[in-house]
């Protein structure tokens, strides 16, 4: 059984353990090479049940839930492009990738929004048993998004939670965390540092713990209620970019005013080339 489909340009990155028999939940679910980084078409309820199968098999895991911003890191950095096309799943949770995902002949693709698949995740957790851990965040963020993750789910066991400093933890700082996750039981760990950090952490962590590790990225501060989300006709439409922007320009403008039309530029070459490579 395949848990990813080869692409027109190859098949998807070697795993060092084969996770395949665990998730019969994402039998069948095809892949696509965006500028040479993977994404999975997929709904977010098959994304969910594979991340839980994954947890239930005790084998640990990576997902990537993946934006245009990850895409363009990933163009720039062939040694992050290696460690998101190794993630048991890369989900598309930015509407460009579902429409990219369409025109590369994936149309049942929908999109799986971090902070929706997050609490699809908890509530799957909280029917099977499964103990969570949140590690990133501010600890104010972090204390209300446990309150908010417990007002859904009465019944979750949150066993582990962490905020992490801003600058890289020294050695001794991150053994400590790798000890504290694995002692707490977690079976899926949300991870919210952000992009490129939390995919990095992950990758560098992923055979040390035995938990499904997801990257959320801002799905904590919005699940948490610090920040705003974007209506959903803004959403449905591809502009949450737009949203996010005015929302916070200092801190996103180059993330959607100079990596969105360069993934825009690069795709389009992309798709000319294979056009004229096929005619």
Known sequence: MKLHESDERGSAAPRKRDRHALVPALAGVGSRRVLGMRVDGLRTSVAANGIVELAEAGAGGM????????????????????????????????????????????????????????????????????????????PEVLERLRERLLEWHPLLRVVFAASPPFRPETEAEDASSVQAIE??????????????????????????????????????????GSKR????????????????????????????????????FYFARELARARSEAA
């Open 229 to 264: 989300q974007a209506p959903g006709f803004l959403q449905r439409a591809g502009l949450e970019w737009l949203f996010r922007l005015a929302s916070e320009p200092r801190r996103l403008w180059r993330r959607y005013l100079i990596q969105n039309p360069r993934f825009m």
């Open 63 to 138: 997902v990537c839930v993946a934006t245009v911003h990850m895409v363009m890191e990933a163009f720039d950095a062939p040694d992050f492009q290696r460690s998101v096309n190794a993630a048991d799943l890369v989900t598309p949770d930015g509407v460009p990738l579902v429409w990219t995902l369409h025109r590369l002949g994936l149309p049942e693709t929908r999109r799986v929004y971090g902070p929706t698949l997050m609490r699809l995740v908890c509530r799957r957790a909280e029917d099977h048993g499964l103990p969570i851990g949140l590690y990133g965040g501010s």
């Open 183 to 224: 002692a707490s039981g977690a079976r899926i760990l949300f991870v919210g540092l952000g992009c490129p950090k939390q995919e990095r952490w992950m990758a560098a962590h992923r055979e040390a713990l035995p938990c499904v590790m997801l990257g959320v990225g801002a799905a904590f501060d919005f699940l948490a």
